[in-house]
């Protein structure tokens, strides 16, 4: 009895899935997926059935569905969480890769590259990437930046012929801050929910403890980018020779900036104006002159269709440069997808993983060991939220789950600081530590073709700090200014 509760309890099969990764992928040198799936597998098999009905109950599911979610077979419920994974980035990852490759092939990239270079200088390109990310990461999930200025990374590297690594790191320091810092994105929607905070200032202060943050974490990629430089690689789509003769290119054979920037001005656009009119707007409004252009955004806005008229945009660019090329056309778009699609089957597998972790009650097991746990709420918001991010792989998830368990304790303890402070160190400890259990891992190590040993000791280790920085800033902030 004694050994059946050990090999079920949550964190014992957490080890072994740590153990079964690590082990598959940098001891076998096993293909990431094939990984990815033997430790769902692990994890699936080890999870007894009655932990799965308590996890599902306590995720909102009756007893019945509970029951029918505990009573599928495991290679259903692996099968079901690698689909749900598939569905939120497919058709994302898919487009992108189609924009990347027109962008690059085109030579769209490379006349944004240049008008950027213009603008800023070489020095500064990296501080302009980390800006925008954040900025543009605030209306636009994380991923979808990223997707839209890789190929602006890959082509601004081939021409400065350095700092590949810092630029991947900028534009990931300023995107995964504002992604968990500041509303409307859904982990901080929910903090100004559940914790009670006035949506002004988890604005205001995420911006103020990102411009912080984000600093730190560009200081660590100046310094990594320096010790254990990265350099640009090609892929199955794109040469590195291709990449670079593009910046040899004459100014004039390449197409024009307003039509290069299109595929990633527009996507952008859409969804960002979705995102604010449905904050601002209500959809149920009769006003038809609101009405019908309310519609028409929301249509094209959702991420998935904005991607989409992005990949048009994009395979037009390719066209216009490639007049009367239709079989080369034909053959880049294939190849784009056949390169987004080993990104799709790693994240998919990459959720898969996650999924079979949450079903093992880790997150609860987490709250019952911290429930009542005396101790300073500031650090233990921000030390449960980095315990359940690494276990289980989400960021969102590991902000909601600790918000779950602060939530209470906070309104029933006589504060001497606003909530915002709990609310913006849980943020910041939905950092630490991003790895194989994590779909955004994959993401940055696949679309950048860093390894996962590299990925691990530069965006992982970036993200801590600025994980812990926004911890330091945020207690320094509730003593300097508590704001009751």
């Known amino acids: 009895m004694i050994l059946l509760s050990l090999i079920t309890d949550p964190f014992f099969i957490l080890v072994v899935a740590i153990v079964v990764i690590v082990a598959g992928i940098i001891w076998l040198r096993l293909h990431a997926f094939v990984a990815l799936l033997l430790a769902a597998f692990a994890v699936a098999i080890l999870t007894p059935a009655s932990g799965i009905e308590r996890f599902a109950i306590e995720s909102g599911l009756s007893p019945e569905e509970a029951a029918e979610l505990a009573n599928r077979s495991i290679g259903e419920r692996i099968a079901i969480a690698f689909g749900n994974t598939a569905a939120q980035i497919g058709i994302l990852i898919a487009m992108?890769?189609?924009?990347?490759?027109?962008?690059?092939?085109?030579?769209?990239?490379?006349r944004i590259v240049r008008s950027i270079l213009k603008l800023t200088g070489q020095e500064k390109t990296p501080v302009a990437f980390a800006a925008s990310s954040f900025f543009l990461s605030i209306p636009v999930f994380f991923d979808t930046v990223f997707y839209l200025m890789v190929p602006l990374a890959k082509a601004m590297a081939a021409r400065i012929k350095k700092n590949y690594l810092l630029l991947i790191l900028a534009i990931a320091a300023g995107g995964t801050m504002a992604h968990s810092l500041v509303p409307p994105t859904p982990g901080p929607l929910f903090l100004v929910s559940e914790m009670q905070?006035?949506?002004?200032?988890?604005?205001?202060?995420?911006?103020?403890?990102?411009?912080?943050?984000?600093?730190s974490g560009y200081l660590y990629a100046l310094w990594i980018n320096s010790k254990s430089p990265i350099p640009l690689r090609g892929s199955p789509d794109t040469s590195l020779e291709q990449i670079e003769s593009l910046t040899e290119s004459d100014t004039k054979q390449l197409p024009p900036l307003w039509l290069s920037v299109m595929p990633i001005l527009v996507p952008l656009l859409f969804i960002s104006l979705n995102g604010i009119l449905g904050?601002?707007?209500?959809?149920?409004?009769?006003?038809?002159?609101i009405n019908r252009p309310l519609a028409l955004v929301s249509f094209i806005g959702e991420k998935n269709t904005a991607l989409v008229f992005g990949g048009l945009l994009g395979i037009f660019l390719l066209i216009r440069q490639r007049a009367g090329d239709k079989g080369g056309i034909s053959g880049s778009v294939q190849s784009a997808l056949m390169s987004g699609g080993v990104i799709i089957l790693i994240t998919s597998a990459g959720g898969a993983f996650g999924g079979m972790l949450q079903q093992t009650g880790i997150s609860l097991r987490i709250a019952e060991l911290t429930k009542g746990y005396q101790m300073a709420l500031i650090p233990l918001a921000f030390i449960i939220t980095a315990v359940v991010r690494t276990a289980q792989g989400s960021a969102t998830v590991s902000m909601i789950t600790a918000a779950g368990i602060l939530a209470g304790m906070a309104a029933n303890t006589t504060l001497e600081f606003h909530t915002l402070y709990i609310g913006l160190a849980?943020?910041?400890?939905?950092?630490?530590?991003?790895?194989?259990?994590?779909?955004?891992?994959?993401?940055?190590?696949?679309?950048?073709?860093?390894?996962?040993?590299?990925?691990?000791?530069?965006?992982?280790?970036?993200?801590?700090?600025?994980?812990?920085?926004?911890?330091?800033?945020?207690?320094l902030g509730a003593l300097l200014f508590p704001l009751v």
Not at 279 to 289: C, L, Q, R, Y
Not at 444 to 473: H, W
Request: with cysteine; hydrophobic share 50%.
């Open 197 to 215: 905070i006035p949506i002004h200032m988890m604005m205001v202060g995420g911006i103020l403890v990102g411009i912080v943050t984000v600093t």
């Open 279 to 289: 904050t601002f707007i209500d959809e149920g409004s009769s006003m038809f002159v």
């Open 426 to 475: 849980i943020a910041c400890g939905s950092k630490p530590v991003p790895w194989m259990n994590d779909s955004g891992f994959w993401i940055i190590c696949k679309m950048s073709n860093f390894t996962p040993e590299e990925t691990l000791r530069s965006f992982s280790v970036m993200l801590a700090i600025m994980g812990l920085v926004g911890l330091a800033v945020t207690y």
């Open 96 to 110: 992108a890769a189609i924009i990347g490759k027109c962008l690059l092939e085109s030579g769209g990239a490379e």
